[in-house]
């Protein structure tokens, strides 16, 4: 083992057993090893008989808990799990993060940050969890490092971080549909480099100036090879081989639409989508009378304006769920920051519609007289 990674292991060896240890995982494989288990998670718990560091393992289809006592006996069972050839370890106590990443050659890369906390706040171990990405990152001073851009990374990310399995290693094909100035791709592209994954990353915009921009940073950056960025329509756009990620964040109107029906055409794993305006169903309601009841809802125009925002995502995900994805609407980031802060989550299961799913859905677009964007577009492509 080399000298550098056995220093690192012993590092995290003292965190873990160390009193402050709030929570500690472990995933990922070396290079030609398997470990035991593909994942491992560690975080201290107080029972009846006392404080005791608990244990969760699973293998990829059981978990497996356990709870040891402080002494030899938690001493034993880091050790044994420290032997294991895990490729990723991200471990948090009350006062720093610390993450190792082994490299392919078997090198030890470790990023340490110290727990920030508000002056005069107390020391507790239901704080505010670490930033994904250090504010101290030097992709900061590149991209921008406000406040309020370092809070959307790090909720992006987290969604992300929630999206793909903790296991997941080897290659990684991602691309973002309509990246804008590509500051949430430059930071998708670091963190899942630190994960330890071997990602290569395509990003998508209709202006060639930002084609220009885009490229010319991930040059600085050193991440040209890796980095690249084409411009293009978001539906037409080349983009070889087929991704196994896609993002799609903050496109205006039909344009998520547009990247959904092309996640789908690629039967890519993993969706990520930020809606932003919602002005395709939004006309389709101004355009005939609700069905009753519902007068009250598109009666008034800003009720019917946030009542189509709510429909069209609605149908988005059931579209989805139609296409082998299970698919889920959540928050993005809080809504002080955006009012367009919800994302569409999705991951292939490949597993047929039921015909309770497929009339759940005709039944809604038929009350409403609507015919979704993304429905036009995937039975065009059928």
């Known amino acids: 083992m080399p000298e550098a990674l056995e220093s690192a292991l012993a590092e995290v060896r003292a965190l873990l057993l160390a009193p402050g240890l709030t929570r500690a995982v472990a995933a990922g494989r070396r290079r030609g090893q398997r470990p035991s288990v593909v ?87 239901d704080r505010a969890k670490e930033w994904l990405l250090d504010p101290g990152d030097p992709l900061f001073k590149e991209i921008g490092g406000s406040a309020a851009k370092r809070r959307q990374v790090d909720a992006f990310l987290r969604a992300l971080a929630a999206t793909l399995p903790d296991d997941l290693t080897g290659a990684l094909r991602v691309v973002d549909l309509g990246c804008g100035n590509a500051y949430l791709t430059f930071a998708a592209y670091r963190y899942l480099l630190r994960r330890g994954l071997d990602v290569t990353l395509v990003g998508v915009d209709v202006r060639e100036d930002q084609r220009r921009r885009n490229t010319e940073l991930a040059e600085r950056l050193g991440w040209a090879d890796r980095v ?47 809606p932003c305006c919602h002005h395709d169903l939004a006309a389709q309601l101004r355009a005939r009378p609700a069905p009753g009841p519902y007068e009250l809802l598109t009666r008034q125009g800003i009720l019917r304006e946030r009542f189509a925002d709510v429909l069209t995502d609605a149908l988005r995900a059931g579209l989805l769920r139609l296409h082998g ?58």
């Not at 994302?343 to 597993?351: E, K, Q, S």
Request: charged share 25%; net charge negative.
């Open 228 to 274: 690249s960025f084409v411009a293009g329509t978001i539906a037409e756009a080349p983009v070889e081989p087929a991704p196994d990620l896609v993002l799609a964040l903050h496109a205006c109107d039909t344009a998520t639409d547009e990247a959904l029906a092309r996640a789908v055409r690629w039967d890519a794993r993993w969706v990520l989508a930020a």
């Open 325 to 382: 994805y299970r698919a889920e609407v959540v928050e993005f980031v809080d809504s002080q920051h955006t009012p367009r802060n919800l994302l569409i989550r999705a991951r292939r299961t490949a597993g047929a519609p039921t015909d309770g799913q497929r009339a759940e859905y005709r039944d809604l677009v038929g009350q409403w007289g609507v015919t979704p964007r993304l429905e036009t577009l995937l039975a065009e492509r059928a």
């Open 39 to 125: 994942r491992a998670e560690l975080r201290p718990v107080a029972l009846k008989s006392g404080p005791r560091l608990q244990i969760a393992t699973s293998d990829g289809s059981r978990p497996h808990t356990r709870n040891v006592a402080p002494g030899a006996e938690a001493d034993a069972a880091v050790d044994e799990l420290l032997a294991e050839p895990f490729g990723n370890w991200h471990v948090e106590t009350a006062d720093a993060t610390i993450q190792l990443r082994v490299t392919k050659s078997g090198e030890a890369q470790v990023h340490r940050a110290a727990a920030s906390r508000t002056a005069g706040e107390p020391e507790r171990h």
